[in-house]
C-alpha cells in the first residue's frame, strides 16, 4: 500500500486554530453541529455567539442555526451563563467548551473525553522557511456586529430574537421541561431526547405558553373524545400550545357541547347549511352514468344528491354522530356565539305536518336532513302563522339567516346570497 501521505497541509503562515479532534468525531452530534462547534471554537476567547453571523456563515435560517445550538446545549459543548448587575439578574450569553459537560453513557465517572480513542496523529509538519507575516489580531466579532470588548463581555450581548430570557438559567429550563411532561399521557414509553430538544427550541415565551396551556390544551382534546394525545415534540415543535386561547379570553367560554336535536345543536347546523358547501363533490361514477343512460335519473339530479351527501362536511358528520350507538348519540361542540337566536328555537314534533314541511325545506334547497330514527321532539327556527306551511318555514330560514348574519360575516366562508 502506497505511504504517500493523503492529507497534505500548508505552510503555517497564517492564523489557525487548534481545536481537539473529538469535536470533529463525537457521534452523537450532527454533521452541522460539529462544523457550528469547530467554527466557534476557531474564535477568540471573547467572541459573542450571535445568530445573525451563524446564518450568514453557515449560509442556513434561524431555525436551523437553533437547531445546532439546541444539540451543542444538549450535548454539554455549550451553556448559558446569567450575569448579574448590582445583585440583580443580567443579559445571559452562550458559552462555548472544547469539551462537553455532558459526557457519553460509556464513558467512566471521572472520564475525559480526551481519553477517548482518536484518529491517528498526523507527521511532522516541517516548519516553513518562510516566516509567517504579521497577524493582526482578530476582532472580537463579525463584520455585522459592533466589536466586542471587555465591557460587551460584561453585559453578554446577545441576538434580541430567538434568545432566552435574563431571568432563566439551563437548569431552570430544563427543569420546567420534565415538569410538564412527567404526567403526559402515553410518555413513559416515549423517547425523551426528541420532545426535550424542541423544547430547548422554544423562546421564553413559548416555553411559557407551552406550560400555562397545557391544562387547558389536554382538557380541550378530551372534550373533543380524541383518542391520541400529540407527543410532546409534537405539542412544542407545531406550537399545538397557540390554538388554546390565553387565560383573559377563556375565562369567558366561547363554545359548548350541544346534545343532538337541542336548540344550540340545531341552530349550528342550519349555519353551517346557510353557508355554501366546502366539501368535494366527486363526479358521477360509472353506475351513475349508466343510471342516466337507462332514463332512471338526470344528471343534476345525482350531482344534487352528491353535493347534498358531501357538501358540508361539518353537518354530515353531526349527523353521524346522532347515530354512535355505542355512546349513545353524541353531541357537537357548538358556538356559544349563536345562543342568543337558538333561544328562540320552538319544538317540532317528529311526526308531525310540520316537521315534514322542514324535511321538504331542506330537499328543497338542497341541504341534508338527520336520517334515521328522529327523537319525539327537535327544536327547529320558529314560524309565523300562515296556512302554507312550506312558504312558513321558508321565511323562518330566511330570518334566521338575517338574525345571525354577523355570525356568518365572522365566518368568512359564508356568503349570505348561497341559500
Given amino acids: 500500500m502506497s505511504q504517500e501521505a493523503t492529507i497534505r497541509r500548508g505552510v503555517r503562515n497564517a492564523r489557525y486554530a487548534a481545536i481537539p479532534n473529538h469535536v470533529f468525531e463525537d457521534a452523537r452530534l450532527s454533521m452541522e453541529a460539529r462544523w457550528l462547534l469547530s467554527y466557534l471554537l476557531s474564535k477568540p476567547d471573547n467572541w459573542t455567539v450571535v445568530l445573525r453571523d451563524i446564518t450568514n456563515k453557515?449560509?442556513?435560517g434561524r431555525d436551523k442555526a437553533r437547531k445546532m445550538i439546541a444539540e451543542l446545549v444538549e450535548f454539554g459543548y455549550a451553556e448559558r451563563e446569567q450575569h448579574r448587575d448590582d445583585g440583580k439578574f443580567?443579559?445571559?450569553?452562550?458559552?462555548?467548551?472544547?469539551?462537553?459537560?455532558?459526557?457519553?453513557e460509556n464513558m467512566a465517572p471521572g472520564e475525559s473525553v480526551a481519553f477517548l480513542p482518536q484518529t491517528e496523529m498526523p507527521a511532522p509538519v516541517m516548519p516553513s522557511p518562510v516566516l509567517p507575516a504579521p497577524v493582526k489580531p482578530s476582532h472580537s466579532n463579525n463584520l455585522d456586529s459592533a466589536n466586542t470588548d471587555c465591557k460587551n463581555l460584561r453585559e453578554g450581548v446577545r441576538e434580541a430574537e430567538g434568545q432566552e430570557s435574563p431571568t432563566e438559567s439551563l437548569v431552570a429550563i430544563d427543569k420546567a421541561f420534565w415538569a410538564l411532561v412527567k404526567d403526559w399521557p402515553g410518555f413513559a414509553g416515549m423517547p425523551k431526547e426528541p420532545?426535550?430538544?424542541?423544547w430547548y427550541l422554544l423562546s421564553a415565551d413559548e416555553r411559557q405558553r407551552a406550560t400555562e396551556r397545557f391544562p387547558r390544551w389536554l382538557a380541550l382534546l378530551k372534550a373533543q373524545k380524541k383518542s391520541h394525545v400529540p407527543a410532546p415534540s409534537t405539542y412544542f415543535k407545531e406550537k399545538l400550545f397557540d390554538e388554546v386561547q390565553p387565560v383573559e379570553e377563556a375565562a369567558k367560554p366561547t363554545s359548548a357541547m350541544a346534545a343532538p336535536f337541542g336548540k344550540l345543536w340545531n341552530a349550528t347546523r342550519i349555519a353551517e347549511l346557510l353557508c355554501p358547501p366546502t366539501g368535494v363533490i366527486a363526479?358521477?361514477?360509472?353506475?351513475?352514468?349508466?343510471?342516466?343512460?337507462?332514463?332512471?335519473?338526470?344528471?343534476?339530479?345525482?350531482l344534487d344528491e352528491k353535493r347534498m351527501r358531501s357538501g358540508?362536511?361539518?353537518v354530515n358528520?353531526?349527523?353521524?354522530?346522532?347515530?354512535?350507538?355505542?355512546?349513545g348519540r353524541?353531541?357537537?361542540?357548538?358556538?356559544?356565539?349563536?345562543?342568543?337566536?337558538?333561544?328562540?328555537?320552538?319544538?317540532?314534533?317528529s311526526g308531525s305536518d310540520l316537521m315534514e314541511a322542514w324535511q321538504r325545506e331542506h330537499k328543497r334547497r338542497g341541504w341534508p336532513f338527520p336520517d334515521g330514527r328522529l327523537p319525539d321532539w327537535v327544536y327547529f327556527p320558529p314560524i309565523e302563522p300562515d296556512d302554507d306551511l312550506d312558504r312558513a318555514v321558508a321565511a323562518a330560514v330566511d330570518r334566521y339567516r338575517d338574525q345571525i348574519s354577523d355570525y356568518l360575516t365572522a365566518r368568512s366562508k359564508c356568503d349570505h346570497d348561497a341559500a
Avoid: N, Y
Avoid at 338 to 347: I, R
Fill in 58 to 60: 453557515g449560509g442556513c
Fill in 90 to 104: 443580567g443579559s445571559s450569553m452562550l458559552v462555548i467548551f472544547d469539551e462537553p459537560r455532558t459526557m457519553p
Fill in 195 to 198: 420532545a426535550r430538544r424542541e
Fill in 283 to 302: 363526479g358521477p361514477t360509472t353506475f351513475d352514468r349508466l343510471q342516466i343512460d337507462s332514463g332512471k335519473t338526470t344528471l343534476a339530479e345525482v
Fill in 312 to 314: 358540508w362536511p361539518i
Fill in 317 to 327: 358528520t353531526m349527523h353521524e354522530r346522532t347515530r354512535d350507538r355505542d355512546e
Fill in 330 to 349: 353524541r353531541g357537537w361542540v357548538c358556538s356559544l356565539g349563536l345562543k342568543g337566536a337558538a333561544a328562540a328555537f320552538e319544538q317540532v314534533h
